[in-house]
């Protein structure tokens, strides 16, 4: 039922809970201060800014400490998910490596520095804004999402149908 080591998961997961956990410590280090003036990259659409979420998605449930349980459930259920002998598709355990590393950077900013340090500013045009984001989130989005249209449009229907 379950496999040993999924390999491809845990490397996955590695690179890219090291790779988030680095831009933060770099972009940190430059933007020291809240009030720091943000680095444009692409002006109108992409800038470095210095943020602290305390919340959730998007900033939801400021000063919260569900988030905190949230990530360590959810990340307890990708590995078990990563495990199990019917997900070792490489894609698969890469989708689910991405979400685990999110998982991973987030749980570890949450534990160590009590906020999510979030720098990655898209689409602040006068009137639109998305929430800051940073690596973590990006993997958490693109694992998901993959994961997501793979559910709905590759398992076999009798996989479709056992597991709900």
Sequence with gaps: MLNRLPVIFWAVAAVMAGVDLWTKHLIFQHLPHFNSEPIVIVEGFLRIVHSENRGGVF???QGSAMWLIFGIIAG???IWFAHRKENKAVVLQIAL???MAGAIG??????VITYVRDFLDVCYWPGKHWPAFNVADAGICVG???LAIHAL???PPTEKKAKS
């Design 59 to 61: 900033g939801l449930a």
């Design 153 to 155: 449009f590759f398992m």
């Design 97 to 99: 490596g991405l979400v």
């Design 144 to 146: 998901a999402v993959y």
């Design 76 to 78: 307890a259920l990708v």
């Design 106 to 111: 987030n749980v570890f900013d949450r534990v």
